[in-house]
């Protein structure tokens, strides 16, 4: 028999990270006594939940758990630093992730929204020598850094007087100072000095943002974008020409400015989704049962929320009373509201939330449709899943796609490239009869002409714009590289079961062997059955229960899961196995041949079959049946019409059952009998024959499979914490009808990327000459800023692709 110890993570391991959790449960589990370790994090703040053996005392698990959490915390510290300009210098940070990663000692270091993370070995490295190297020596205001606290390093701009719109109203203010100096310059008899001054206002106002990051980039010793530009107008101003100095600036500063808010845009595409929850909410805590109205902040888990009809929800939790339809829309992009009934066994739903059945469970965001409901909040505000989603999908903007390290790459070797043919164009006077004004003027445009906005921009405007859409449509994407990978994937695995199938199973068939009943049979399945999570195991339960009315069901003892094959118990002094053929491998007990045959043409007709054995008596066996999911079928024909050239089913079922599920949806390849090492095997052949795989699964049962696949694909991660953190894309709804739209977005953003690449490496190659043989510096800037504004654009209609479920 075992009992249950919940303990609080935070008060185990304060300030530790998910690693020193895994840690966590994974040296529990070895522990001999100790049957299970697994997080709840449906509840805040989160909780262990340990099983052990009912011969322990709670006392002396909870004193092993302190023991070794302390082990960890002694061995693991973690370091945050805060920093505000992640996105901005985003190369500058994966050097130093690189540098970090490096060391010796540092486990792990990433950025994320909040900033960088590193997590380092105590006795191999310190937390001064990390700061050392985030700082690059210099001192710091700042106390020396020390372990699992956080520290800031931030830059502040100046000049924001107008909040966002500041560099446009400043670039906006250049034109108009500009124009001025041009019509004074055409329409009135004015003296020189009084245009001059008017050119100077539009040089400051356009160069003002400009300066700042050239400044910023030269003290990291980088020569960016910007610096070209500001040398470009200095030269031309230098050389009389004020006018088209100033004309560089506010066209450069008004092209940066829109190109900016046209970026603004599909970032508060992100950040809308941060706006669907309430800011308050309903709650009855006391007995009386009046409500008052609280910030979602101060709702703590436990607190009972009352949800009036047409409003959104405003905090995950279950219904406790009630029944209504809820759009889930915004959170996992089903487009029919979903139906939500309140829970059966309210106490059972308070300890184990993870548990608790869809038809049962809400998300924060979420809008309540005709009918009143009461829920049981189960997450605080800050770890509700759609906090979850839009941290995430934030965090994705951090991450660099493969094709933005190239650019990045090819940005470090052209620019000085760029700076060296300028410098051979300086000396064409000596070669060429024309005034040094004039071979200096060239090379300012050249200059110009040369500088690669539109390509640093390419890439990141389309992968913002593609995790942004398709996180509308409940399809999380955990950056561009993840993005990029499944725009060119040629196979997609499927795990079976809750996968293509609806993971619901139920009993088909019931086959009694000698000397048994059929009350007997189900009677000793359902016992042992009844303490396991397995989805068969639940359809025997289930339905086994509703066969027997009204019969006292005995209880089952050491009860013991042997993975991929089934479980072992005792019950009334009896051994009990009930699981596979497999499970009976290493009995010398052979299947009697009538029961044999029986099962043999269960299976030919593809069920899942359960064979029962108490001590050396065989009792029979339970054919179970898992039904295909109903958009199965589409959503494979859907794949392949993508381009999707293998579609694999992976299954621990026989090959029999496989095999007719396959063929009921149109499935190529069908492969089972496999354990969950079996799954990696198979998505590794499968890789090695055609490329690039993607593995669909629950993220949880599969994740080796998952792990090993070149994209893993989690279903219906807006129940799972375990999907969201461990997948590289997460379908939030428990419908596989996402899965051909995150293909189609993937594949139309790799499309743009090379659409936007070839356009800004084009107006480039056609600029660089056409400068050299004499167009000037105004032409230039106006075909160089259109071209980036064109990328933007393109990357923006991603944001408009269609979903078409």
Not at 707 to 728: C, F, H, K, P, W
Request: aromatic share 4%.
């Amino acid at each position: 028999m075992t009992d249950k110890l919940p303990l609080n993570v935070e008060a185990l391991l304060p300030g530790g990270d998910d690693r020193c959790v895994d840690r966590l449960v994974r040296d529990l589990t070895a522990d001999s006594h100790i049957e299970h370790a697994h997080v709840v994090q449906d509840a805040g703040p989160s909780r262990l939940c340990v099983h052990y053996d009912s011969a322990m005392t709670a006392a002396d698990v909870e004193q092993r758990t302190r023991h070794i959490a302390s082990k960890i915390d002694a061995q693991y510290g973690h370091l945050r630093w805060a920093a505000t300009d992640l996105a901005e210098h985003r190369e500058e940070n994966q050097a130093l992730i690189g540098q970090l990663d490096a060391m010796v000692g540092v486990v792990e270091a990433r950025l994320d929204t909040d900033g960088l993370r590193i997590e380092f070995e105590r006795d191999r490295i310190t937390a001064d020598e990390l700061v050392a190297v985030i700082t690059g020596g210099q001192s710091q205001s700042t106390p020396p850094a020390s372990t699992d606290e956080d520290h800031g390093d931030h830059e502040h701009g100046w000049g924001m007087v107008f909040g966002e719109r500041s560099e446009l109203i400043f670039a906006a203010l250049s034109g108009v100072f500009l124009l001025t100096g041009f019509l004074l310059a055409s329409l009135a008899d004015t003296a020189r000095s009084v245009e001059m001054v008017f050119y100077g206002l539009a040089f400051v106002f356009g160069a003002f943002f400009t300066a700042q990051e050239t400044f910023q980039s030269v003290r990291r010793r980088r020569f960016e974008i910007d610096f070209l530009m500001l040398v470009a107008a200095a030269g031309a101003a230098a050389l009389g020409e004020v006018a088209e100095g100033a004309l560089l600036l506010f066209l450069f500063s008004i092209g940066h400015a829109l190109e900016g808010y046209a970026m603004g845009r599909a970032r508060r595409a992100i950040e809308a989704l941060a706006d669907l929850a309430p800011k308050t909410a309903l709650v009855r805590r006391d007995r009386t049962g009046e409500t008052i109205e609280v910030p979602v902040e101060q709702l703590r888990v436990g607190d009972v929320v009352v949800v009036r009809p047409n409003v959104r929800i405003a905090a995950d939790g279950f219904v406790v009373a009630g029944t209504s339809s809820v759009d889930q829309a915004p959170v996992t992009g089903e487009s029919v509201p979903v139906d939500k009934v309140p829970v059966t066994d309210v106490l059972r739903a308070s300890v184990e939330p993870e548990q608790v059945d869809p038809s049962s469970r809400v998300f924060a965001g979420t809008i309540n449709g005709a009918g009143a409901i009461e829920i049981q909040v189960t997450r605080l505000a800050v770890d509700s899943t759609l906090s979850r989603v839009v941290r995430l999908v934030s965090e994705a903007q951090v991450e660099v796609s493969p094709t933005q390290r190239f650019t990045d790459k090819f940005q470090r070797i052209f620019v000085p490239a760029v700076l060296v043919l300028v410098g051979v164009l300086l000396a064409a006077g000596w070669v060429i009869d024309e005034p040094f004004s004039a071979t200096v003027y060239r090379a300012l445009a050249v200059l110009v002409a040369a500088s690669p906005c539109a390509l640093a921009i390419a890439t990141p405007s389309a992968v913002l714009s593609a995790v942004a859409r398709a996180a509308r449509s409940g399809v999380l994407i955990k950056g561009g590289a993840s993005l990029e990978t499944l725009g060119r994937v040629n196979a997609v695995a499927f795990d079976k079961t809750g996968t293509l199938t609806q993971g619901l199973p139920r009993i088909a068939d019931i086959v009694v062997a000698d000397g048994c009943d059929r009350t007997e049979l189900l009677t000793i399945a359902v016992s042992v059955e009844q303490q396991s999570d397995h989805p068969l195991a639940r359809a025997i339960v289930r339905d086994g229960s509703a066969l027997l009315d009204d019969t006292e069901i005995p209880r089952a003892t050491n009860v013991q899961s042997v993975t991929g094959r089934g479980v072992t118990a005792d019950l009334e002094g009896a051994l009990v196995q009930v699981g596979k053929r497999e499970l009976f491998d290493d009995d010398t007990d052979e299947l009697p041949s009538a029961l044999a045959n029986d099962v043999a043409e269960l299976e030919r007709s593809g069920r899942t079959t359960m064979l029962v054995r108490a001590g050396k008596r065989w009792l029979g066996a339970i054919g179970v049946m898992d039904t295909a999911r109903h958009e199965a079928v589409d959503v494979v024909t859907g794949l392949t019409e993508l381009g999707v050239k293998s579609t694999v089913m992976l299954s621990g079922d026989n090959q029999q059952v496989a095999d007719a599920v396959a063929a009921e949806i149109g499935i190529q390849e069908a492969r089972g009998d496999l354990m969950p090492e079996d799954k990696v095997t198979e998505i590794k052949r499968i890789r090695d024959q055609y490329g690039l795989v993607a593995m669909v699964g629950d993220g949880v049962n599969d994740a080796p499979a998952l792990a090993a696949a070149n994209v893993g694909i989690a279903m219906g991660a807006a129940g799972s914490d375990v999907a969201l953190e461990t997948a590289d894309i997460a379908l939030m709804a428990d419908d596989l009808k996402a899965l051909p739209f995150a293909l189609k977005v993937s594949r139309q953003s790799n499309r743009i990327i090379a659409q936007n690449l070839w356009a800004s490496l084009g107006v480039v190659a056609i600029l660089i000459p056409a400068t050299i043989f004499g167009l000037g510096i105004g032409p230039a800037v106006l075909i160089h800023e259109g071209s980036t504004l064109i990328v933007v654009a393109n990357a923006l209609r991603l944001l408009a692709l269609r979903d078409r479920r």
